[in-house]
Structures are given as structure tokens and as C-alpha cells.
């Protein structure tokens, strides 16, 4: 049901002049479908509270409510007669609708509510819809969704999920908005995060790395104090960019999540000799974006300054886990091996502060939308590290948008590594057996079979006249048989 309402909607879109591409249409199916999901939440409540013989009041309410300016009822039935369309209906949505929703930010008790993050998404967003008949028609079919049960909103949480790969595939960058979720959720089980553990993305992007570990914790024998502790005291985040931050908000939503600790905010203008142990969290899962070139006097923030954005990232990261703490960061596989001054600095650093115990070498293609190869640090806060447990993993066939990667692919190395047992694709290196100029910690895999050597130029030019000697003999026999 959800797929064909989510396709007519794309259909419908396409004739609207103010949406122009897949940035778009998932920025303005959020905010249609967060209404909608959050009407269908607060009449839940509402429910419930009087079946307990309590009071409820709205936090959307009156004509601001769903069911009063985007799906007026009568007797049940939709109601054309008093329904605003055209001009009328684009003017409440601009003038009236946007206002009153950003203004939850400067009334709300505080940044952790549900009502300062509508108050936040509705300030940064703003309506691209021109015509009030297009937006009418895609409002009656959202309408149309029911989000009432745990299967309704699962459902509608994968369709936003594919609708933010294929936005992420869309960008320069797919990388940017869609990281993988086989690899997520495999970096999830190495990391095995538990309630009570506060989980923290610097570089949050759509929120897939909090919704996936919010989905590894949620389970239906939670006491009411640990729902009540994964619900608001577990996911931390911060994204620069007003987008992926609106996008990720609405993730968490959907995914269940109904207060959303993400901040937005540049995470790279925070000090890291600033930062206290109250600032600190138990587990980082992260994929900072590559490249950048970040400011001067952002780089300034850093003790090891560099312009490469995912390096002051990973300074970041070490420095905002607790003792004891365990982070999982994907990085650009260049940084295992880089001879400059940062990289070997960075390198040091995580190997004398961490224990750096796994890292998982990423097959190109992982990322779609993105030329270059990754791999992730899976490190634990508080020892230096002795050995490294590296996974070369090998799908067995070329990635791409058909042919993503998948939970099966990785299954062995969630698997072997948790005995960090060796294999044809998995090997140990010890740091005291490491370059102490490079630190290099490229992923040379010992058990590959040798390559054949390569033939030296004369062997090269020999071979290729001996062929045209042949060729030529073989035409002069043929001339012979004219």
C-alpha cells in the first residue's frame, strides 16, 4: 500500500515546478508525512489517555491540526466543501502553518522535547510547493496512510530509508546521505552496544547510523525505565548541513524515536581540548564526510591540523569517547597508508590512545555515488594497541546500484571476528612489527596468492615480434593457396 502511495506521490511531484529533483522530493514528502505520522501519534495519545481516565492536550492543535486544515472530515468522509486548495491552501501553509510550527523552538521547555525539534525542522525547511492543487492532491494521498501499529510504521520507516538511498545516489556524493545498512548494521554487532550506553554520530547526515543501532536495542521486553532511557537518554548526534539534519530528524521519527537528540551545528568548531568527560559517550558510530577542507581557523580547533575534513573527525571521535569506550568510524582506506605529517600523526594517536582491534577493508563499489575505497576502524578508548585483526572483505562480485552490498556479505566477518580468527581473507599484525617512521597500516593481505611477475619491456617487444613473424607466415601461406 505504502509503495504505490509513495510512487503516485513522485508521479504527482514531477509536474510541480518548485520541486526539481530527488533532494526535493524526499525534503518535501518529510514534512508532509511527519504532520501526518505525528497526527495519527498525538490522536493515539490521546486515546490512551482517556482510556485512563487522564486529560491530553495536543501539541499540534487547533486549525493547525491534520485533520482540520490538510484532511477536514465530515461524518468520516473527506470533506471537499471546506477543504482549501490553490492559492488559499499555499498561502496558510507559507503564512500561517510554517510560523506557528517554528515557533515551538522559542516556547519549548527545552532542546530535548519533541517540540523544540519541530520547532527547529519547521524553521529550517521551507515550502517548495507552487501550486496549492498539486499539494492538495499529495496531501489526500498521505492522508490515505495509516501509521497506527509497530508494522505500519516499520514499513513506512524502509520506504523513507529507500527513498533516502536513492537521494544519496542522486547527489555527487552518495556517501554523503546513505551509508550502506548491511555495513552499518554490521559494524552495530561488532560494536554491541547495550541500554544505558549513550550512542553518539558527530556526523549524523540521515541518522541511519542512530536508527539502525535504536533498532539493534529495541525490543518488546524493555522495562518502562529502559524505554523510557533508549527513548530519550541513548542517541546523541550533530550535523553541519540543514538538509541531512532536517532528513535525519524525520528518520528518527518514523524509525520511532520521538524526541531526536541531534543538534544542528558544525561538530568541527568544537574544540577538542574543550571537551569534559559529562561531553563524552560510551559508543561512536560514525561515517564523517571524506575530503572537505575545512578553515584555518577551524583546523585551529585540532591538534593535529589538517584540512582533510574526516581526519579532524576522527581526532573528534577519539576525544569524545569515555574510557572504556567503543567506536566504529568508516574512513577512506588512503589514511591506512598516507605519508604526510597529519596522517602519520593521526595514525600514532589512535594506536597509542586506542586499541585499535579490527580493521575491516571495504571492496569498492560499497559506496555508490562514490569513487573512492573505505574501510572501517573499529577501536576501543583507554589501551594502546598491540595487534590488528584485518578482514579483507570479498563479496564475489562487482558492487553497484543493481548489485548492492548485503547482510550475507557480511556475515562471516561478524562472525570470524568475534574470535578474530584467521583465514584465506582475514589475517593479525602486530603493531611492534610496524614502520616506527609510517606507522602504515595498509591492508596487505598475507594469505592472497602471489601475482605473477610482470614481463620486463623486452620480453614484451620480443614476444610481440615473434607474433607478427607468425601473423606474417601464416598470410604468405594463404597468398600460396590463391
Known sequence: MYENAFRTIEQTLRAEEGISNELDYVEQNSWVLFLKYFHDLET????????????????????????????PKKNGEFDHNSAMIGDDLITFVD????????????????????????????????????????????LEIVDGL???????????????????????????NGGEYYTPRPLIRAM?????????????????????????????????SLSASQ????????????????LAYIIGIMNMVLHGIEAPNIVHTNTLNENVMDIQEKDRHDVILANPPFGGGERREVQQNFPIRTGETAYLFLQHFIRKLRAGGRGAVVIKNTFLSNTDNASVALRKELLESCNLHTILDCPQGTFQGAGVKTVVLFFEKGAPTRDIWYYQLDPGRSLGKTNPLNDDDLAEFAELQKARAGGEKSWVVNVADLDADTYD????????????????????IADMLARDAETAQILEDIRGML
Open 95 to 138: 503564512q500561517k502553518l510554517f510560523p506557528y510550527l517554528g515557533r515551538f523552538r522559542d516556547t519549548a521547555t527545552g532542546p530535548r522535547t519533541i517540540e523544540y525539534k519541530i520547532g527547529e525542522v519547521f524553521t529550517e525547511l521551507r515550502n517548495k510547493f507552487r501550486s496549492g492543487y498539486i499539494l492538495r492532491d499529495v
Open 44 to 71: 493515539e495519545r490521546q486515546d490512551r489517555a482517556e482510556l485512563d481516565g487522564e486529560s491530553y492536550t495536543p501539541i499540534i492543535d487547533g486549525e493547525f491540526r491534520w485533520d482540520r486544515w490538510a484532511a
Open 441 to 460: 597500516l595498509s591492508v596487505k593481505n598475507p594469505n592472497a596468492p602471489e601475482e605473477a611477475p610482470l614481463r620486463s619491456p623486452e620480453e614484451i
Open 227 to 242: 524505554w523510557e532511557t533508549l527513548q530519550r537518554d541513548t542517541f546523541f548526534g550533530q550535523e553541519k548541513k540543514s
Open 146 to 172: 495509516q501509521f497506527n501499529t509497530q508494522a505500519q510504521r516499520h514499513e513506512l520507516s524502509e520506504l523513507y530509508e529507500t527513498r533516502i538511498r536513492r537521494m544519496g545516489n542522486a547527489g555527487r
Open 188 to 220: 552495530i554487532k561488532v560494536i554491541d552496544p547495550k541500554i544505558g550506553e549513550t550512542i553518539y554520530d558527530g556526523a549524523a547526515g540521515s541518522g541511519g547510523f542512530l536508527c539502525e543501532a535504536y533498532e539493534y536495542l529495541r525490543s518488546d
